[in-house]
């Protein structure tokens, strides 16, 4: 796992993309987006800059959450994706 905010952010759109192609789709099928983060305030603009490099207009619903502590040692964010090819 990569150690900095902006490497582990962009390493899980990266493979959230990767999972997309899978299936015939682009980040632009999200429809819905839930973040889990760990100390939130600490990287919250950097994550919402790179998380628009990947998301963009029309935006998914999304909600942020902040949390104390992510299953995986060292992780700073998770995300979760729901997307349609509709």
Not at 30 to 44: A, N
Not at 61 to 72: D, G, I, K, N, Q
Not at 73 to 81: F, L
Request: include cysteine.
């Amino acid at each position: 796992m990569p150690e900095g905010v902006e490497d582990q952010v962009r390493s899980a759109f990266e493979k959230i993309g990767s999972v997309l192609a899978e299936a015939g789709l682009g980040h632009d099928a999200i429809v819905e987006m839930t973040t889990y983060h760990v100390g939130i305030e600490d990287h919250f603009d950097l994550f919402n800059e790179i998380r628009c490099e990947y998301v963009t207009e029309p935006f998914p619903a999304w909600t942020a959450v902040e949390v104390a502590s992510l299953r995986r040692p060292g992780a700073i964010v998770e995300i979760r994706v729901i997307a349609s090819s509709v």
